[in-house]
């Protein structure tokens, strides 16, 4: 069983950093790809980041050279480092994870791929 725990969110301006946290509280299987996704009203649940098995990082554009997915694998914890926030990030952020072999660098934006979702974390950005 997984279990993903998300902290970090936050009321923050425009320009400002957060970084979020995702833990695996109870990591029994091998994820083979983890990532961020983020929901803001009104809209449909997007991508924001992914990580592979192999390491391999990808990004939405509207956050690339912005934003930075990273794993403490002696932690359990996924990382999303947030800089540069905008306005437009203002959304809830999902951490989400797979133990399924479809879920890979050139798949991971398919929520579908993904078994195990996070309760979400609020993320609002002023201007």
């Known amino acids: 069983q997984v279990m993903l725990r998300e902290s970090g969110g936050g009321a923050v301006q425009a320009g400002g950093s957060l970084r979020l946290a995702c833990e695996d509280v109870?990591?029994?299987?091998?994820?083979?790809?983890m990532g961020w996704f983020r929901q803001a009203p009104g809209k449909t649940r997007e991508e924001v980041a992914g990580?592979?098995?192999?390491?391999?990082?990808t990004y939405a554009d509207s956050v690339k050279g912005r934003f930075t997915i990273s794993k403490d694998s002696a932690k359990n914890t996924l990382y999303l480092q947030m800089n540069n926030l905008k306005p437009e990030d203002t959304a809830v952020y999902y951490c989400?994870?797979?133990?399924?072999?479809?879920?890979?660098?050139?798949?991971?934006?398919?929520?579908?791929?993904?078994?195990?979702w996070g309760q979400g974390t609020q993320v609002t950005v002023s201007s």
């Open positions: 989400a994870a797979s133990t399924l072999d479809i879920c890979n660098s050139g798949s991971w934006t398919m929520r579908a791929y993904y078994n195990f």
């Open positions: 109870q990591y029994t299987k091998k994820r083979t790809c």
């Open positions: 990580l592979d098995s192999d390491g391999i990082t």
